[in-house]
Structure formats: C-alpha cells, structure tokens
C-alpha cells in the first residue's frame, strides 16, 4: 500500500530499478528509437522482462510480456517509458498489456514521441488498467537525453568531450595533440561515442588528425557505426581521409554555394554531401543539429577543435561538456578549448554548472553543464 504522500512503495522502486537496468543494456544499438526496458510482476515475483534491442523490433513490453506468457494475467507492468499506443514499425503496447491482462502499469516517464504523448496512458486506463506514472522518471529521462531533445526541441542533445591539459590546453601551437589524455581517459571516450547516434568534427580537426571516428570496442551492442559528421563549409576534406573510408555513413556539411566538383569527389569516395546555409563563410549550426534531427540523430558528440566548440558554446547548443584533463601544462601559446571574441568585462564570460568529476586513470573527467541555474 502507499502511505500519505508517497506514491510508490519499496517494491515499486525495486522493480522500476530493475527496468532502468534492462533500458541500459543497448548503448543507444536502438536507435533512434529510445532504450526502454519493462519487468512484469504478478503476486511479488518477477514473471517476465524484456528491453528494446533495435528499431524496427518489439517493444520491451512485448518481450517482457512474451516471457511472461499466461502468468501476466493480474499482474503489474513496470515500464521505464509511457506504453506506445500507436501503430509504428511495430503494433501498440498499450493494446498488448490490456489483451495479456495486466492489471497495473507503473510508467517512470511519459512518451514525448507527438504519436504518443499521454496516448498511451489514457488508452491504458480506457482498458481499464490501473495506471500510475513518474516512478524514477528522471532516470528514464537522462537514458534518453538525446530522444527527450529530439521530440522536444527538434534538435539532438549535444554534449562535446574536450582532451586538455592541467592549464586547459587542448594541442600545441602547430597543432599537435595526440595524446593529451592517458590511455584510460581514450577507453572512456570509446565509451562515449558507443553511447551516440553521430559524431560531429570540423574541417580543421580532419585536417590536423586525419581521425577515424569510429566505435573500436571489443563488446558493445551496436550493430552500426555512429553516423560521422564534418562540418566544412568550403568542402575540404581530402577524399582520403580516415573519417571518409571507415565504416558506416559519413556526412560532410558544407555551406551552400561549396564547389561542387568538391563534392562529387566526396561523393565518389563514398561520402554523403549536403550544404546548408552559411553566413560570413560560418555554416549556421542550429541548421546543422535540424538536418541531424529530421535524419533520427538524437545524440551527438562533438570531437573538434577551439574554432567549432566556440562556435557551438557561443550559438547556445552545447548541452553538456565533458573534460578530461590531464596532469600536464602546455603553456600559453597551446591551443585553448574554446575560441571566443576577447571578453571586455568578467560579467560577459560564459559560464558552466559543474555536476560531475571523478578521476580517470591518471586523468580526471570533468562534466559541465553551460550556463547558470
Ligand atoms: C514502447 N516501448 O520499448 C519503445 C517505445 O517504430 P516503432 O513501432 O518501433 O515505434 C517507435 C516509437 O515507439 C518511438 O519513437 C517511441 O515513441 C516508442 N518507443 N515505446 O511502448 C518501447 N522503444
Ligand atoms: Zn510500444
């Protein structure tokens, strides 16, 4: 029973936990759809659960209630995501949980997907389940950053992983920079790009680090590269650079008017061209996260340098950056981590909220949130 006050007991907790940890298991391998995970409980034991492996697969609820089979009937369903009740690649969860008899659906947070949006809920309660929501809604809601972003803001979360020294250099003067960070901070990173759907980089980072990109990690649940993004507007990048050859799809955003035997070249080497609006030579950025949202893009992480970070943290679209910064000074004519016009007074800085710091091999890994509270 929930006493005065508080909506979800002991049990509840432990079984959306439970879910939470389910949703985890696929490093974003769903997307775009978002990691969702479900546990069915009849009588206090678990009978069956299920998690979303890829897009175009059934729900969790459907392989949670496949597991289950007759023993779901009277029982309760711990879902970390509003039920869908809409017919996409797959059918609706909200008619499948009525037709196997679940009694009580226990939602963590609600759909924002405009097909489902409280649909989903109601179309329960319509089938006369007993429907209850915002159990651990927040974690449900930080798994799925990048969807949340997505249907709400039309653009993709975007968080930047910057390397750096003690003094906050990220490359020399001629701009070498590898390696800043120890070898463990590198793992993580491939830790994080597993995580996201693109991994976006400016013509000047192709230029001096010639990098790959990709995902190199010996177990992940992925079964595609992220999607690799350039964003060059006069089309730069050497058609025999890493980041063209690799796995998996490669865009190269240049601005409109790029020259377009350029991009043929791309094209030809296998690359996806397309341009959008510029002004002063500078590619508008919030076009580039649109074009990544109307392509499913729900999470990005940038990988580039001062020019394209100060251009991104100045137009507003970094959600989150995250620091590893290593215990070395490269003095003051190294490269700093954002390039920004010359600040006049302290009151015009940027400023961050920190939220995270732990040490990382012989690094510590910093994560910040732009902007005041
Ligand atoms: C659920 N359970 O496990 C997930 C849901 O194309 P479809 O049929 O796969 O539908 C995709 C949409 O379904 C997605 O955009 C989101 O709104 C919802 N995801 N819903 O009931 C799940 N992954
Ligand atoms: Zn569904």
Redesign the pocket.
Known sequence: MNGPGFAFDTHDHVRMARALTLAARVDNG?DP??R?GCVIDADGEIVGEGW?TR??EP???IHALAAAGERSRGGTAYVT?E??CHQ???GP?SEALAAAGIRRVVVAAG?P?P??DGGGVSALRQAGIEVETGLMAEASASLNRGFFSRMRQGRPFVVTKIAASLDGRVALADGTSQWITSEASRADVQRMRARSSAILTGIGTVLADNPRMTVRLEESSRWQQPLRVVVDSRLRTPPAANVVNGPGTVLVVGASGADPQRADALRAAGAQVVQVKAANGRIDLGAVLELLAEREVNEVMVEAGPALNGALLQAGLLDEIVIYQAPHLLGGDAMPMFELPPLAAMTGRPVMQPVASRRIGNDWRLRLVPGSV
């Open positions: 769903c759809n978002p969702v979303h897009a175009g729900h969790a609820e995501l039920p869908c996409g690649r797959t969860c759909d997907n097909s489902v």
